[in-house]
């Protein structure tokens, strides 16, 4: 169930935003690791797959570092800790939890954003968000996952 949030303040938005930031770097930091170690035939699609998505994690990563140049901030250069593995499942697991995270905190960014009247902002989290429930559908297929669900906190 969605939780009405407070209207955060510039600083605020720029804090969540350099959070968001940090996870598009782990994501990154995934995605060449993981496309690069899967091993056997049978990850070789998703591998592919992984290398295409951390240039769209790098396209994100851009969009929201601009975001937070327009509130006057200044971007992060910290990445949040990739987790690793040497067993595939492991890391498209892995993979899987931080889209579900990045989803769940760009929906209520959105919502921030629209409640702060920052409507380009809110744009630009869609388009990313779409990318990005993408991402979460290919890794759950991956896994054998039918019919995904992304959890609310």
Do not use: C, W
Not at 59 to 83: E, R, S, W
Not at 130 to 153: S, T
């Amino acid at each position: 169930m969605r939780k009405d949030l407070p209207i955060p303040s510039r600083q605020e938005m720029i804090d969540l935003l350099n959070e968001d930031l940090s996870r598009e770097y782990q994501a990154i930091i995934a995605y060449v690791v993981y496309s690069q170690t899967l091993k056997g035939a049978e990850y070789k699609s998703i591998a592919d797959e992984l290398a295409v998505h951390a240039a769209e994690e790098l396209n994100h990563a851009i969009l929201i570092a601009k975001q937070i140049d327009y509130f006057n901030g200044a971007p992060t250069t910290t990445p949040k800790a990739v987790k690793t593995s040497d067993q595939p499942k492991d890391m498209l697991q892995f993979d899987l939890d931080n889209e579900m995270e990045t989803i769940r905190n760009y929906r209520q960014r959105i919502r921030q954003a629209e409640a702060m009247g920052e409507y380009g902002l809110s744009e630009v989290l869609r388009k990313i968000i779409a990318q990005e429930q993408d991402h979460f559908m290919e890794l759950a297929e991956a896994l054998g996952i039918d019919n995904p669900v992304i959890v609310e906190d």
